[in-house]
């Protein structure tokens, strides 16, 4: 089960992580998840930046992308392999030495996933994918640690080194250490071309990633390996015996190797890279070779079909002159595709390719939001929309006669007059209605002409509304007079009616008179 491209293993581990306050390997997670796509650039180039941070563990760094291609899933392991591709190519050397004097190596020479092909192929989109990606996750971990090997014997990555006539690192060398170097260099070379993919291998955004990441290197590596042979091919005439017959085996790898090169660039051009970007390779005349047998024999001492003289020799250089005039273009072609960045980006995508399309989605973008009017504007769209949508309509202003009450708000002051002139009958026992009191305050006498209601539902005059529950002659009717007629200090001498009131001054006895 996936969730938003990840699985849910994917973001439970990655949760862990940060759990655990371990920023490094949940970054390490996250560029080798079990989705089917290339590591993310965001996460590659803050991996990248780590390796030049003072702070982090490059040894912790390479463990944890070793650990995770250790997993069962091809995908992950194809991922690690890619991270640890990229961080090789673009991070820290500190990175580069590390793997190289470390005993931890890809052990992936058996690897093989077999988890699509025994569940029916559900695992993942294409059903053998899985089964079908093991040899070339083997091929490419193999790869990478020739790659480690090569760093570990010559102190130096032949992908960075210096290349070129006045410059080149390869082209400058000494005959002596040259059929040294040459040795290693051919055998990273070896262990990139035994990748060997074809068109329809490259079905799947992983090993595309891990092809464009090839190709790069192939471009560098190819390089030095051919300036490495014209330095070879000017010093051999020079050379002794022993050291001609290495020069000489030299020379024919070179000749095997480079058709495998075009082969492998074919490829390239096949899954659409650019065939002006891709450099010419351009061979020597074969009738070099024949001239560098005819001088190890001489050196040898073995009978040839011509005899060494001065017109031979003559011709021995200008057929050298010749090849080295060959390979020197086509160690220019490789040399401008090697300073070129244009495939140095994460995915294998041109960045002039990805500058267009952004802007032609822009412009797609300003187009549609010209057809389609906002839905704040005041056209009959934005009328629409504000009927439909209740966040975009407005309240309803408040009628001019109508009292807006707050049912929660604080009660508002009354005027001193109106308190002033409350009386016992206005509020029987403190039993005030204070939501009458309230429509009272708020909104005038608007309420009361209005009318009013009952509790027990039946309608009272505006007069009686006035008031919060009767009028004073309806209360002296039920409950008589309870003010006298004289001063209030006389005290309840006289009363109205038959009937007494409870609340009178005091009270009388069976007899009529006045309880003492």
């Not at 650039?41 to 944890?64: F, G, M």
């Not at 994918?129 to 790869?143: L, N, Q, T, V």
């Not at 022993?242 to 899954?271: P, W």
């Not at 050298?320 to 994460?346: C, E, I, Y």
Request: aromatic share 8%.
């Amino acid at each position: 089960m996936t969730m938003a491209g990840q699985t849910i293993n994917d973001r439970l581990l990655a949760a862990r992580h940060s759990l655990a306050g371990q920023g490094l390997a949940k970054s390490v997670c996250k560029a080798t998840t079990e989705e089917c796509i290339g590591p993310k650039k965001k996460h590659l180039d803050y991996l990248v930046h780590c390796t030049n941070e003072p702070n982090v563990s490059i040894p912790h760094l390479a463990n944890l992308l070793i650990e995770r291609s250790q997993n069962a899933n091809w995908v992950v392991v194809y991922k690690s392999l890619i991270t640890t591709h990229h961080l090789m190519a673009y991070g820290n050397e500190r990175f580069m030495q590390y793997l190289a004097s470390s005993n931890s190596t890809f052990n992936l020479s058996s690897f093989l996933d077999k988890g699509t092909v025994q569940d029916g192929g559900m695992g993942v989109p294409g059903g053998r994918m899985g089964y079908d990606m093991s040899p070339f996750i083997r091929r490419y971990a193999k790869y990478l640690n020739e790659k480690s090997l090569s760093y570990r014997a010559m102190a130096f990555d032949f992908c960075k080194v210096k290349r070129g006539k006045e410059e080149g690192s390869l082209r400058s060398m000494n005959a002596e250490k040259l059929l040294k170097t040459l040795p290693v260099l051919q055998a990273q070379l070896d262990a990139l071309l035994e990748f060997d993919c074809q068109s329809n291998d490259l079905s799947n955004g992983v090993i595309n990633m891990s092809f464009m990441l090839l190709f790069r290197d192939l471009i560098r590596l190819f390089a030095c390996y051919n300036d490495g042979i014209i330095n070879l091919l000017e010093k051999y005439f020079d050379m002794n015996k022993k050291h001609a017959r290495d020069a000489l085996d030299l020379y024919k790898k070179f000749l095997v190797r480079m058709d495998r090169v075009g082969e492998f660039l074919k490829v390239a051009e096949n899954v659409g890279i650019d065939k002006g970007d891709i450099p010419d390779l351009t061979k020597a005349p074969s009738s070099l070779l024949d001239a560098l047998e005819q001088h190890l024999a001489t050196l040898e001492g073995r009978k040839v079909s011509a005899a060494n003289t001065p017109t031979q020799s003559s011709s021995n250089q200008r057929n050298v002159k010749s090849a080295v005039s060959a390979l020197s273009s086509t160690s220019s072609a490789f040399g401008t595709a090697a300073a070129s960045s244009k495939f140095d980006t994460t995915n294998g995508i041109d960045e002039q390719l990805k500058a267009q399309v952004l802007a032609e989605e822009e412009a797609a973008m300003n187009q549609y939001k010209s057809k389609v009017s906002s839905p704040t504007s005041s056209g009959a769209g934005g009328a629409s929309a504000a009927l439909t949508n209740p966040f975009l309509s407005s309240p309803p202003a408040a009628q001019a006669g109508q009292p807006i009450v707050d049912l929660f708000g604080a009660a508002s002051a009354q005027p001193a007059a109106a308190a002033a002139a409350t009386k016992a009958s206005d509020d029987l026992l403190q039993l005030g209605n204070p939501f009458a009191d309230m429509f009272e305050a708020s909104g005038g006498g608007g309420a009361a002409a209005a009318g009013a209601t009952g509790f027990n539902g039946a309608s009272v005059s505006s007069a009686a509304a006035t008031n919060a529950f009767v009028s004073d002659s309806n209360f002296s009717s039920v409950f008589g007079n309870t003010e006298p007629a004289g001063n209030a200090g006389d005290g309840p001498d006289k009363y109205d009616g038959a009937v007494s009131s409870p609340f009178d001054w005091g009270a009388t006895d069976d007899d009529g008179g006045a309880a003492q």
